[in-house]
């Protein structure tokens, strides 16, 4: 019984601004400028160009976030729940996440999905879980295509349908996540949602495997 975990920092440098220094980054962001405050965001966050200051990039990516960016209000979601440059605050955190999410950001769809599965910063509903997971899911987001057939194996929120499960992790697992190709392994192995197929099942536990997936490497 595994979920993916919320997502990790996306932190790539907005194309307008990827070839100017640090300087010419700080001083158009000081003047408002989005995409600026965004990337000075990215530069603090890993300490390219500057000090390493988590606080500080807490700081851009608000700012950026304010003005409206998507990836900035998704950034800005995550510190908050991970408590990154700031005090932990899952009811913050879904607050930028549903931000991010209403503009079509499918990671803060999936980290939305995940707060209200679980009930951190909001009052535990598995229908709203469902309904945040299938859209990140529609999109091609992986995590949220794991999610989602986790909902469909254990009922959780929809109606319990071993096969939509087995479909949804193997959309995943045919992106490269580790955790559902061992899941559709092992739902080879056993027949469960498929037929059995001991064939099918090594080869997604062997792919599961050298994506470290531990467990995997056992059966």
Do not use: R
Not at 206 to 219: G, M, R, T, Y
């Amino acid at each position: 019984a595994h979920k993916v975990m919320l997502l990790g920092l996306s932190f790539c440098l907005m194309t307008s601004a990827m070839a100017l220094d640090v300087e010419t980054t700080q001083a158009l962001a000081e003047q408002g400028d989005m995409p600026s405050q965004y990337n000075l965001g990215v530069m603090y966050y890993h300490g390219e160009g500057v000090h390493q200051d988590y606080a500080k990039a807490f700081e851009w990516f608000q700012k950026a976030a304010e003005q409206g960016l998507a990836t900035a209000q998704y950034n800005l979601g995550v510190v908050y729940s991970n408590g990154i440059g700031v005090s932990q605050d899952h009811v913050k955190a879904f607050e930028w996440y549903q931000k991010a999410a209403a503009q079509g950001e499918a990671e803060a769809q999936n980290n939305l999905g995940a707060l209200y599965e679980n009930g951190n910063g909001i009052t535990q509903d598995y229908d709203k879980a469902v309904e945040w997971y299938q859209q990140a899911a529609n999109q091609g987001e992986y995590a949220s295509q794991y999610n989602l057939g986790w909902m469909y194996e254990n009922g959780y929120g929809i109606k319990k349908d071993k096969q939509k499960a087995f479909a949804w992790y193997q959309k995943s697992a045919n992106q490269g996540d580790a955790m559902a190709q061992y899941v559709i392994g092992m739902m080879y192995k056993h027949g469960d949602g498929v037929s059995q197929d001991e064939i099918q099942a090594e080869q997604w536990l062997s792919k599961a495997c050298d994506n470290d997936i531990k467990v995997s490497c056992d059966q």
